[in-house]
């Protein structure tokens, strides 16, 4: 199984950067000047304060064979955030209606992240992070 560093950094590179000027940002991030630093920042910030969220009990209980699930990140132009779980066509597995508000309730209070900028105006961006879910014990 890839590592969630193999499967962000496949992501990333899927990702039509050429389209935004600036990466969307994260607060943390802000000092770093350099573009290709400040982007895996951001990655990694996000992924980690998903992972972090997620990681109280409720989906390892309900869905214990669950290891990683694909999140659809949109940061729009007011830097407000949804986030969508990805599912196989065929999923039968999950209950996607339960997932999806898990993900609702949990994913709030981020910190604040700054949306991407395209000629000076703020645009709305998505990606897909990849989240484990299961952590080895």
């Known amino acids: 199984m890839p590592s969630e560093q193999e499967l962000l950094e496949k992501e990333l590179k899927e990702i039509n950067w050429k389209e935004v000027d600036q990466y969307p940002s994260i607060v943390d991030c802000e000092a770093i000047t350099d573009d290709a630093q400040r982007k895996q920042c951001f990655f990694e910030v996000l992924s980690s304060t998903i992972q ?37 066509k065929d999923t039968v597995a999950y209950d996607t209606i339960k997932i999806d508000s898990i993900l609702k309730i949990k994913l709030v209070d981020f910190p604040k992240v700054n949306p991407a900028i395209k000629r000076g105006i703020p645009v709305k961006t998505q990606f897909i992070l990849p989240v484990i879910i299961k952590t080895e014990k």
Do not use: G, H, Y
Not at 53 to 66: A, C, N, Q, W
């Open 52 to 88: 972090e969220k997620l990681s109280v009990d409720t989906l390892r209980i309900l869905f214990p064979k669950l290891d990683t699930i694909e999140v659809k990140v949109t940061v729009n132009p007011d830097a407000s955030m949804q986030f969508e779980p990805q599912f196989p």
